[in-house]
């Protein structure tokens, strides 16, 4: 009979933490744009989503944009989202988030990354903070 109440005691703490697994919160993982987050229209570009966990499911979404939604299951701990012949309305924030077979919740939504698309006229630089600073003073202050 102990050996009975010690395998049903064992089979009911690790049912237990399986559970507790389940209900864990999941950390936020990141998403990152390559070759960069600013690309010449009609180029290319790769959202890459990263976590610690792996074989996990992994949603990229854009802000503002309730439809826009790519899906993707890994058996590693990435997915990457691959953009080709960028047009202006893929321009935007982006975020991602994961779920693992065992929590079944999607995790906390990365930071959002801001793909810009410039004009193949366009420099690719994005404009310094100094810059960005003065311009927003000179409107502000009016002159």
């Known amino acids: 009979m102990t050996a009975e109440f010690l395998s049903l005691l064992c089979l009911g703490l690790c049912l237990g933490y399986e559970d507790e697994k389940k209900n864990e919160k999941l950390p936020k993982p990141s998403l990152h744009a390559w ?35 790519q899906e993707q299951s890994s058996a590693e701990n990435e997915a990457e989202f691959p953009f080709t012949d960028l047009k202006p309305k893929d321009a935007g924030r982006y975020f991602c988030a994961y779920k693992t077979t065992a929590s079944h ?11 810009v698309v410039t004009d193949k006229h366009d420099e690719l630089e994005t404009p310094s903070m100094k810059t960005v600073a003065h311009v927003c003073n000179t409107r502000t202050l009016g002159r």
């Open 105 to 115: 919740e999607w995790s906390e939504s990365s930071e959002h990354l801001q793909l």
């Open 35 to 69: 070759p960069s987050s600013v690309v010449e229209a009609e180029s290319n570009v790769t959202l890459k989503c990263q976590t610690h966990s792996q074989n996990v499911t992994f949603v990229l979404r854009k802000v503002n944009d309730s439809g826009y939604k």
